[in-house]
Nanobody
């Protein structure tokens, strides 16, 4: 069973908006830190955003701060990434990830995330 399943990717015009979703299969996900990363071919995976289990703290990369918003629903099993004012360099495969052993103390370190989805592709057209 895939622990995290992303959806909502697709094509968006530069300057437009898109909302990605991530559904966790485990009910324990409500206690996990959740995050989003993105990756383009031949480049390293890049941190985008993360959120605490309670949803009261968030962390963003400088490249998306002020344009993207991470949130989660009351159950904690679904996490969203609202993308606004999308740019060409936002095009990537967006992966949902989780730190299943911790609820607080946000991180942007890839190695601390131990649950991963397979990603949803975002294309940006000018």
């Amino acid at each position: 069973q895939v622990p995290l399943v992303e959806s909502g990717g697709g094509s968006v015009q530069s300057g437009g908006s898109l909302r990605l979703s991530c559904q966790a299969s485990s009910r324990n996900a409500g206690a996990w830190i959740m995050g989003w990363f993105r990756q383009v071919p031949e480049k390293e995976r890049e941190f985008v955003a993360s959120i605490t289990a309670s949803g009261d703290e968030t962390l963003y990369s400088d490249s998306v701060k002020g344009r993207f918003t991470i949130s989660r629903d009351n159950s904690g099993q679904t996490v969203y990434l609202q993308m606004m004012n999308v740019r060409g360099d936002d095009a990537a495969n967006y992966l949902c990830a989780a730190v299943s052993y911790r609820s607080y103390f946000l991180t942007q370190k890839e190695e601390e995330f131990d649950r991963w989805g397979q990603g949803t592709q975002v294309h940006v057209s000018s």
